[in-house]
């Protein structure tokens, strides 16, 4: 009785020795984390899909440029990644127009920098935590490996002032230092999941938005 109650998790954590508590401590710490980043880039690239999706057709839909760019304005903060790489074309364009004094390869250098940089600015934040989670699922196997062999160390050790060594004596101290090495793959495998999804979403957002500039310079050149 008293062995299967030692053999089960909870007694297995609080039993096991400092350093291996530390290490199950850090990849709990980095699992919650990466839990927390998971639904957040769950949310935000959803929300950006979807508001790709209606400024495309609102766009699309609607050849008056400087409609959809008083729309922006008034719902600015509302706006989405797309909507913001249009404002910011539309806008440098519209200001380097009534300069008068530029050609018309200019102004759309221009604009197409201005969009760049906005492009840039909203990858830069489509793409946060991606790196943590990258991280979090290369790193966090190696962590628990850690773990366990420092586990397993302390228990072979232990085996010194044993007169006659039994599995009764080797299986507490190898099982707390694995469960290491199973919360580091709890870690990593959600992580790594996460992260190659969002990856992929991103880079599809990423090639929308870049077809989109294209599309939007060949607008902007054929207006009068």
């Known amino acids: 009785m008293e062995t299967s109650q030692s053999m089960s998790l909870l007694p297995l954590i609080t039993n096991a020795s400092l350093p291996v508590q530390l290490v199950m401590g850090l990849l709990l710490l980095a699992s919650l984390l990466s839990w927390w980043f998971i639904f957040l880039k769950m949310f935000a690239i959803r929300q950006a899909r979807e508001q790709t999706d209606a400024f ?24 989405g990644s797309l909507e913001r790489i249009f404002a910011a074309g539309y806008a440098e364009y519209v200001k380097l127009r009534k300069k008068g004094d530029m050609d018309n390869s200019a102004v759309m250098d221009g ?26 699922g290369s790193v966090s196997p190696y962590v628990g490996l850690l773990g366990t062999v420092w586990g397993i160390m302390n228990a072979f050790r232990g085996l010194a002032n044993v007169g006659q060594a039994t599995l009764a004596h080797v299986a507490p101290g190898i099982a707390e230092a694995l469960v290491a090495t199973a919360m580091g793959l709890f870690a ?9 999804r969002y990856a992929a979403e991103t880079t599809r957002l990423s090639s929308r938005f870049e077809s989109f500039m294209e599309e939007f310079s060949n607008v902007l050149q054929r207006q009068p």
């Open 111 to 136: 604009a197409r920098r201005a969009m760049r940089a906005t492009y840039q600015r909203e990858m830069d934040d489509l793409e946060s935590h991606l790196p943590f989670l990258a991280t979090v």
């Open 56 to 79: 495309e057709e609102a766009f699309w839909g609607n050849p008056d440029l400087a409609r959809l760019y008083r729309d922006f304005l008034d719902e600015r903060e509302n706006a």
């Open 188 to 196: 990593a495998i959600p992580a790594v999941v996460a992260y190659n």
